[in-house]
C-alpha cells in the first residue's frame, strides 16, 4: 500500500513527544504518522481514529510491528472526546489531525473520489455510511448544489454546472465519476478546461458535502483543545483553504485575551489564553519533498500548546 504521509517529520517534531505520553492520531489513514509517534512512546499509549475498515485492518498490521500499546477506533473523529472517555480517557499529552483524503483512498477507483478514474459515485470516507455522492448529485436542488460548489469547491461557474447536471437528470440518473466530469466540462467554456482540470473543484465540494469535513473540523477542534494537558500540543495538517480558515480563526479565538477583560490589571484564569501558538507562520512541505510527494502541494501545518 502505498502512502506518503505529509509533513511527517515537522507535524511528529511538533507533536514535542514525551514516552510516557497519551496520543491521538485523529487521521490514522494508513499509520504513516501513527507508526511514527508509536516507536517513540515506550510507556505511554496511542490512540488513532478512523472511519475507513480498510486503513483500520491495514494499520493493525503495521503498528503491532511496532508494539501493543495502541487502540484503533472505528468512528469520525469529530466524537473524540466521547469515544476517548468511554475508554476512560479524559486528558492527552498530543493530538494530530492530518485532514484530507488519504492516498490509497484516491488510488481505490471504486471510491470514487478521483475525477481520472471511472466508478461510482461514491466519496464515502465511511463506507457503512448510507449516503454518498450520488445522493448529493441527483437528489440535491438547484440552490444546494450551487451553494455548495461555490462554498466548498470556490467555483466560478458553480451555477452553470448546477444547471447541467439537473437539466441531465430529466432523462437518466448520473451514476458515475466518468459521467460527472463529462456534464462538468459541457458546462463550463474552454479557458477553464485549459486553466486546470474543471471537475477538479467540484469533486472536493461534494466529497467536503458526503463527509461534513468542515464542519467536524469546526466542532471537533475546541474538544481537543479542552482534552489537552498543560503544554500538551495539537498538530493540523489542512490541504485547502476552506480547512485551514477554520483552524486559524479558532487558533487565534483561544491564543487571545478575552475582550471584555483586555486592559485590567489583575486577568481572571477563565480570561487567559488556554493556548499559545508554536508556529506564528504557517509551516509548509520543504522543495524536497515538494519535490518527491506531489499530494503534499497544498498542506499546511499548524501547531499549539496548551498552556492552561
Sequence with gaps: MKHVSVLLNESIEGLNIREDGIYVDCTLGYAGHSKEILKRIKRG????????INAIEYSIKELSEISDNFVLIKSNFVNLKEELNKRGIYKVDGILFDLGVSSPQLDEDYRGFSYHNDAFLDMRMDLSSNFSAYNVVNEYNLEDLTRIFYEYGEEEYSRNIAKKIIEYRKNKKIETTLELVEIIK???PVKRILKSHPAKKIFQAIRIEVNKELYVIEKVLPDAIEMLNKNGRL???????????????????????DDMVKGLPNIPDQYKPKIRLVNKKVIEPSKTE??????SRSSKLRIIEKIQ
Design 45 to 52: 499509549k496511542l490512540f488513532a481514529f478512523d472511519q475507513d
Design 186 to 188: 459541457s458546462a463550463v
Design 235 to 257: 498538530c493540523v495538517i489542512t490541504f485547502h483553504s476552506l480547512e485551514d480558515k477554520i483552524v486559524k480563526k479558532i487558533f487565534n479565538q483561544y491564543s487571545k485575551i
Design 290 to 295: 515538494l519535490e518527491n510527494n506531489k499530494r
